[in-house]
């Protein structure tokens, strides 16, 4: 089969999946939880884990990550080159990651608890925006990163993000995949088929599928809509900020990795501009909070300076010390 094939197959399945979730909406929902504690609380999990409940979750965690880990390790010893058709180790991942997802439904319908019951909220949150942050860094060469212009990053730099992004992604995918229990509000059903196209999308690594512009495109995308449901559903009153936040990203950077005309991004910059003074006029945010929009794309682009100077100080760092054992061999030597 064509990755493109699959591609769509894969949409499909995740779709159906994801409504599998709903069709067994009952079970998980029937577990009593304890009161929700605030903004650092996640609130879908046991008040008593139990020895089962906590062994499952990180077992089979940690068997699918190092499983997926393997695949890509193989892929790069290997040195497979981009096919349209599938390559045998697509199928594998196909297969693998089908299979951690039957356990994870299983292990929710039986021990319900996932890994939420160990680490915090913020960890999982903070893998998908790690992911998005760089995947922004992995596409500056192609789209640039402020209106089509590229930064000038440092060549060893792309090249480490490019060779081991893989990894980084996958870890994101699958822990925040097995981080919370098949529960089946809004927020874990779009939650959960992000993470099912994800795991699609490593899946097909070394597949001209895997960078189709529109399909990454919808990849990059889909957190918006994750993102406002959850605000709405958690009754919260600041979805604004989610929205403009991440269209601002598209207007800023996404848009100009896509074949689109002069005239349609101008037309976009518009309606976005008209929809920001419509939404915050008309509702409790007020015109006066319309800064908002500003958060998540500083935060982004935050972290993207940030880790290029944390890279560059390493990188400084090793070559300072390089020069320096140099020195010194080189006087001993003389001496």
Not at 136 to 142: A, G, K, Q, S, Y
Request: net charge positive.
């Amino acid at each position: 089969m064509t990755g493109r094939q699959v591609l769509f197959l894969g949409i499909f399945i995740s779709i159906l999946l994801t409504y599998t979730i709903w069709l067994g909406r009952d079970i998980p929902a029937s577990i009593i939880k304890l009161p929700d504690q605030g903004l650092s609380w996640y609130y879908w999990k046991l008040p008593n884990p139990t020895f089962w409940s906590r062994v499952t979750a990180w077992s089979l965690y940690l068997g699918h990550q190092f499983s997926i880990w393997a695949c890509i390790w193989w892929t790069q010893q290997t040195q497979l080159k981009y096919k349209t058709v599938l390559h045998p180790i697509n199928y594998l991942m196909l297969a693998l990651n089908g299979l951690f997802i039957a356990l994870h439904f299983l292990q929710t319908y039986i021990w319900y608890d996932a890994l939420a019951q160990d680490t915090s909220i913020w960890a999982s949150q903070g893998a998908v925006i790690l992911l998005l942050v760089f995947v922004l860094i992995l596409e500056t060469p192609r789209r640039g990163l402020f209106f089509g212009h590229t930064v000038p990053f440092h060549q060893e730099f792309l090249r480490i993000i490019k060779v081991y992004h893989g990894y980084f992604f996958s870890f994101a995918a699958i822990y925040t995949f097995w981080y919370h229990p098949m529960e089946a509000t809004a927020g874990h059903l779009i939650g959960f088929l992000y993470m099912f196209l994800l795991l699609l999308q490593s899946s097909l690594i070394f597949n001209r599928a895997h960078t189709n512009r529109w399909w990454t495109f919808t990849l990059e995308i889909t957190v918006l809509v994750h993102s406002v449901v959850v605000s709405w559903m958690l009754g919260q009153t600041k979805w604004p900020t989610f929205l403009f936040g991440f269209l601002g990203i598209l207007l800023l950077t996404q848009l100009h990795g896509l074949p689109v005309s002069s005239l349609t991004k101008s037309s976009i910059y518009g309606i976005f501009l008209v929809s920001v003074i419509a939404v915050y006029g008309l509702t409790e945010r007020g015109l006066g909070r319309i800064y908002e929009v500003t958060y998540i794309p500083l935060i982004e682009f935050g972290l993207v300076g940030m880790i290029y100077l944390v890279f560059m100080l390493i990188l400084w760092t090793f070559s300072h010390c390089k020069d320096l054992g140099g020195r010194v061999l080189t006087k001993g030597m003389h001496e």
